[in-house]
Nanobody, 123 residues
């Protein structure tokens, strides 16, 4: 089992930045691909960014590419999402997820989820 806990959400003005962090409670963190998803009420949870267990492969949703950066620290068992140039359209609950696969970008390929953290961007 993998337990994930997100932190770093909050309220920010448009154009600002936030950094989300996810702590994983698992000894074999290096064997999991990690990702971030987001969900707006009434809509499906969608992929934001993902990273392979080696860190060699990264993927981003078109809507965030060039603004968001995913990174992981295997020594600390954490995965971060640096979010820059935020807009009101980025307002959502952000979820950290872990996959048993080497690399994954689809929601159905992620097996463990955090509780989520709210990000609100004001205009």
């Amino acid at each position: 089992q993998v337990q994930l806990e997100e932190s770093g959400g909050g309220l920010v003005q448009a154009g600002g930045s936030l950094r989300l962090s996810c702590a994983a409670s698992v000894r074999t963190f290096k064997r999991y691909a990690m990702g971030w998803f987001r969900q707006v009420p009434g809509e499906e949870r969608t992929f934001v960014a993902g990273m392979s267990w080696s860190g060699a492969n990264k993927a981003y949703a078109d809507s965030v590419r060039g603004r968001f950066i995913i990174s992981r620290d295997s020594a600390k068992n954490t995965v971060d999402l640096q979010m820059n140039t935020l807009s009101p359209e980025d307002t959502a609950v952000y979820y950290c997820a872990a996959s048993r696969l080497e690399y994954a970008t689809s929601r159905e390929n992620y097996h463990f989820w955090g509780q989520g953290t709210q990000v609100t961007v004001s205009s």
